[in-house]
């Protein structure tokens, strides 16, 4: 266990180097193809400009911005003691340092951690997920969040969620200035339109490509790493099940923020299935299982 965590975190550290980069270049053709289509080349320097400011600023602010898109709140030790408590026993036994506690007010069960790094990370739970878990299970779900947290897992998800969201408002951006440019409408090669549709279309897929390349191991690990921190892999097999009978998409869905979540908090659909960030809840409990043996 002690071998996989170190490869994960040294996995981990690459990983966010490479998708930042990857995200820039990514904005740069985007840019290109529109300052081509529209005899712009301010067009890519803009382009250029906005993904690496972004890409530095969200290493900072996406945590605040994925907290916000949550609708959660922060809560001290006397606004939810048993759940503030089952937090920071689990942050010692892990030699972490105490993350922020939150709370959302959503029915469907769910919870997820936040942050670049072990000194500024943030963990959150629904409402719905503290009423149908005992403190076991609360144990076992806080534990696989603390587990992303030590392996810094929350940095990866963190940066994926806020670089796939610039991924949607850039492509709505370069959608105004092909369609609202100064040039005129015969200047506007079909061509040249299939290719800046086509771009919107591929943008949002690769975002997703990217999620998927960083999420599904990650959550075995996590519960793995969460069995072996509370010494009870029932209490996670138990809290995956329930997960599973009570799953229902959450009210404050955001597809950017899909990969930070312990269950998919998206509506289901076959599309949603196949490119989903996460593995199916019956492979994690089965691995769970075989673990024990």
């Known amino acids: 266990m002690a071998t996989n965590l170190k490869k994960q975190i040294a996995q981990n550290h690459r990983n966010t180097v490479f998708i ?40 900072f602010f996406a945590d605040k911005l994925a907290i916000a898109s949550a609708g959660a709140r922060e809560i001290g030790p006397a606004d939810n003691p048993r759940y503030y408590q089952i937090v920071a026993a689990l942050a010692e036994d892990a030699k972490l340092p105490m993350p922020r506690v939150y709370i959302m007010n959503d029915s469907s069960p769910n919870a997820f951690a936040t942050g670049r790094d072990p000194q500024h990370a943030c963990a959150a739970a629904t409402t719905g997920l503290l009423e149908i878990m005992d403190d076991e299970e609360l144990r076992a779900v806080m534990g696989h969040e603390l587990s992303h947290v030590r392996n810094y897992d929350i940095r990866v998800s963190m940066i994926v969620f806020g670089l ?35 771009v919107l279309i591929l943008s949002p897929l690769i975002a997703t490509i990217i999620q998927l390349g960083v999420s599904r191991q990650r959550e075995y690990l996590a519960d793995a790493s969460s069995a072996s921190l509370t010494g009870n892999p029932d209490s996670m097999i138990s809290a995956l099940r329930k997960l599973d009978s009570h799953a229902q998409p959450m009210h404050q869905q955001n597809i950017a923020s899909e990969a930070m979540y312990i269950a998919n908090p998206l509506r289901k659909s076959f599309l949603r299935k196949l490119f989903s960030t996460h593995p199916t809840i019956e492979s994690r409990i089965e691995r769970l299982e075989n673990a024990k043996k």
């Open 20 to 59: 930042m980069l990857m995200f820039v270049a990514l904005m740069v053709v985007i840019g290109a193809i529109f300052a081509w289509l529209n005899s712009n080349p301010r067009i890519l320097v803009w382009f250029a400009v906005i993904s690496m400011l972004y890409a530095l600023f969200q290493y």
């Open 164 to 198: 796939v969201s610039l991924v949607g408002l850039l492509s709505d951006f370069g959608l105004r200035v092909l369609f609202y440019s100064d040039r005129d409408e015969e200047d506007n090669s079909p061509i040249g339109v299939l290719i800046a549709v086509v």
